[in-house]
């Protein structure tokens, strides 16, 4: 009995068949016509193959195939499930030259080695011995509003978003969807271009510039993806003639890496076509006239330490993480995993790529030890499906794509940065760039880097900060170590941080305690880094025990005395440890031990007479900040 995969296919349409095998020869792709920017087709996998244009696609890519290969594939799909003769192929793909079986084998040889290269595992085209053929994976017909358009995904969460960005479709000609790599930007534009393509008689079209290096084949890809035909003096003014009057969409995806001529491309377009829609993704925005940026933010992650699975759950990225692993694995987590899965999202910073990613790892190891092993996020996270692209196979190649787009400038610049823990200002920002880097010229560096989706601009009352996402993080400092860079960087990151809270205990400065308060915990974990590096590594000890000493304010308005005095013991034992002891330095942990006692001590004459004597000790060789340290710490 034959199986009936073609999903759709009604007794009418399958009578025919067989004379629309006969006329498949006679087919011929008339490019420029408006009538062939519609086209139907079918998908099957990954694959799309439009009819009309006699094109195999896949994830929105062209696949090389021959047209009689393309025309054998046709007959085949058209009839999944069903046997179709070697006559009837010969027939469909040689309409008027007479050939032997032989070059049917041959293409039907080739067309199984372009689909097995890319889906390999996946058999899509079975041998029925001395009859024929029959094509053997389940097939879909392809509407004809969304030619090209991929699948459409289960969002989890962005209702808002997609909301959103659907309401600045009907205002705006052009909307970029931006964000870093593996937001959700194609995923959402997608889903968006689906759920308004009634709205667009003339039909949605996808392109995707991701697999184009050359900025000059857009317009050629663009008349592809339409069904036209590239090529002529002025590619550009041929679409843009084709499309005259039509209400259609036009989803292009991934233009970063073609700025500015995708942009170009684009303005041109949107100027030209009064009823045409753009909807772009890219890492960048384009800045055009009449473009709509919408930010793409990560997925939300659950801040508590210890929810249910069920609290966790009401989260996306936890949703995602855990939807990945039952597609996968046909497990359900369970309350004990809620913990570090939430966690793992954090640590991922929401971001719905990697923690695909770190989910593809469950089953072969258990959420609690995929944490402990998420340090190394670059090996861990490698494993991607291979359906997906070669960019977000692994959590390296998505940064590198983005990397590669960097200035020689901004990428020194945006290393350096990676030795911030916290999020820092533009000051910040100068002392670790290149020596003679102007306040301006860093500020302009900074949009550039924000625009590029690879740091985040935040807007506090304190004025603007900037922070780079954890996993962004991680990648630009072993970009850092590879060029040689980090010991550089992470001195003038301690010297910053010293530098930073010296000055802040000035008294002069009239600071309310909520205000210091709230300005140490936005710099603590930098200068928990800064003493790591100048204590911890032994890399500069007179830099950290200056840094410790000036620190001391810090862990008081915290309340961290144990870490505090924990600090200063191991300042003094690395003053101990060295041969010849900076005398100016090494009375100040001894002084700040003193101080820090005294917080903890009942006793207030006896903290008062060590006080004094750790004081005349260190006044002895160090008379300059002391006073204004003890002004607000003692
Ligand atoms: N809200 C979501 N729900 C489910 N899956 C999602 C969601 N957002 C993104 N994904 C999945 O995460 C992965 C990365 O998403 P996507 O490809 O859309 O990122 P992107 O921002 O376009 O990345 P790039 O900058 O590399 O193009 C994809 O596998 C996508 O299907
Ligand atoms: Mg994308």
């Known amino acids: ?315 996306p990225a936890v949703e995602l993480f855990a939807t990945r692993v039952c597609d996968q694995t046909g497990n359900e987590l369970q309350d004990a995993d809620a913990p570090s899965v939430a966690e793992i999202c954090r640590r991922l910073d929401g971001i719905p790529l990697a923690i695909e990613l770190a989910a593809t790892q469950i089953g072969a190891t258990t959420p609690a030890r995929l944490l402990e092993m998420l340090p190394g996020r670059f090996e861990v996270l490698a494993y991607g499906c291979r359906k997906t692209p070669a960019r977000q196979q692994t959590l390296q190649a998505t940064l590198d794509w983005g990397y590669r787009l960097l200035s020689d400038g901004e990428a020194v610049f945006v290393r350096a940065l990676s030795v911030f823990a916290g999020a820092f200002d533009l000051e910040g920002a100068v002392a670790l760039s290149p020596s003679g880097t102007l306040p301006k010229t860093a500020a302009d560096i900074l949009s550039s880097l924000a625009a590029k989706s690879f740091i985040e601009t935040d807007w506090q009352d304190c004025g603007v900060t900037y922070r780079l996402l954890a996993t962004t993080r991680a990648y630009l400092a072993e970009r850092l170590r590879f060029n040689g860079e980090d010991k550089e960087a992470r001195h003038s990151h301690a010297a910053f941080m010293c530098a930073f809270l010296e000055r802040g205990i000035d008294p002069s400065a009239v600071v309310a305690i909520q205000e210091r308060r709230r300005k140490f915990e936005r710099c603590l974990n930098d200068v928990r880094s800064a003493l790591a590096w100048t204590l911890g590594s032994g890399e500069d000890v007179a830099l950290g025990v200056r840094l410790a000493f000036a620190s001391l304010p810090l862990w008081r308005d915290l309340s961290l005395m144990d870490e505090c005095r924990d600090i200063l013991g191991r300042a003094l034992a690395q003053l101990d440890a060295m041969p010849l002891p900076d005398q100016r330095l090494s009375a100040r942990p001894q002084l700040g031990l003193a101080i820090a006692g005294g917080w903890a001590s009942e006793d207030d004459r006896s903290h008062r007479r060590a006080l004094e004597s750790a004081l005349q000790a260190a006044q002895k060789t160090d008379p300059d900040p002391l006073s204004q340290v003890l002004s607000c710490a003692a």
């Open 1 to 315: 009995m034959v199986q009936r995969w073609l999903l759709g296919a009604n007794a009418t349409e399958r009578s025919s068949r067989w004379a629309t095998r006969r006329r498949w020869g006679q087919w011929r792709w008339s490019g420029g016509h408006r009538n062939m920017l519609s086209d139907s087709g079918y998908r099957f996998g990954a694959f799309e193959l439009f009819v009309r244009r006699q094109l195999l696609m896949h994830a929105g890519t062209p696949v090389r195939v021959g047209s009689r290969a393309i025309a054998i594939l046709t007959a085949l799909v058209a009839a999944a499930g069903d046997i179709v003769t070697k006559q009837e192929l010969i027939a469909a793909a040689w309409p008027t030259t007479f050939v032997d079986d032989s070059n049917l084998k041959v293409n039907v040889a080739s067309l199984r080695r372009a689909l097995e290269v890319i889906d390999p595992g996946q058999d899509y085209i079975a041998t029925v011995p001395g009859r024929g053929y029959r094509f053997i994976a389940p097939v879909r017909r392809i509407s004809t509003g969304t030619v090209g358009l991929p699948a459409k995904i289960r969002l989890i969460g962005r209702v808002d978003e997609s909301r959103d960005v659907q309401e600045r479709l009907t205002r705006n000609s052009v909307v970029t969807v931006s964000g870093t790599g593996g937001i959700g930007k194609t995923a959402l534009a997608t889903n968006v271009a689906h759920a308004v393509a009634a709205q667009f008689p003339d039909g949605v079209m996808f392109v995707d510039l991701a697999q184009i290096s050359d900025p000059q084949l857009i317009p050629a890809a663009l008349a592809l993806a339409l069904g036209l035909a590239a090529g002529g003096s002025e590619p550009l003014a041929g679409i843009v003639h084709a499309l005259e009057g039509q209400r259609r969409l036009l989803l292009i995806d991934n233009c970063e890496h073609l700025l500015p001529a995708a942009a170009s491309v684009i303005d041109r377009l949107s100027a030209s076509l009064e009823c045409l829609r753009i909807l772009a993704t890219s890492r960048e925005p384009l800045r055009i006239r009449g473009e709509c940026v919408y930010r793409l933010d990560p997925l939300k992650t659950d801040p508590r330490s210890s929810p249910t699975l069920s609290e966790a759950m009401a989260y």
